[in-house]
């Protein structure tokens, strides 16, 4: 389930090694093309999956991870679904979905951390579309990192790393054909993620 914590503290070993993360990895997926072992290119990695995946079930999940996790005392942070059941069924790899989700949920933590919330999962379908909406009542975006926010190593974090965004958005996008876009809550001045997958054919 915490993949996205658990390579952050990869990355963190890896720094504590004096490595660092992104050299150390380009030089293992270079390196054995350049001897030539791989005359048909580097191998891509894994496929995702493509199997109808209920985006309800996928937040519960998620939400479930969080919930014992969330202040409580001085600056409560309050987490809610809403959702039709366990659908709608995006085509999709449940595993990656988690990951993306859990990515933008753990901003939304750390955006309410110390002055406390509410966080808004919503999950609904569209014509063509399934989608997982996350809305929090924090600060909102800072307006240095608004148009490079889902780019890798953009950070407004002391000690952040910046690849939260980056990974949700190759998740969504490449992975699935999806979308994710962030807008401002006007009402709050909060963030607001959207996740978009296209729907499982029945
Ligand atoms: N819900 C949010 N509220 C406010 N800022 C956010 C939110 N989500 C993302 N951000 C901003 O986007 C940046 C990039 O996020 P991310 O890629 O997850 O990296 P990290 O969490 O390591 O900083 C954050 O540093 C923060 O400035
Ligand atoms: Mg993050």
Known sequence: MNIVASSVAAMCSARRRNIRPAAASVAIIVSPASRGEWPAGPPAGRPARREPTGLGAVAERVIAYFRPRLPTLAHPVHLTLTAPGSGPLANGDPVLIEWALEAVLKNAVDALSGRGGAIDVVVTATADRARIQVRDDGPGIPIEVRNTLFEPGVTTKQGGWGIGLAL???????????????????????AEFVLEFPLARP
């Open 168 to 190: 949700a958005r190759r998740i969504v996008e490449q992975q699935h054909g999806g979308r994710i876009t962030y807008q401002p809550v006007a009402e709050t001045g909060g």
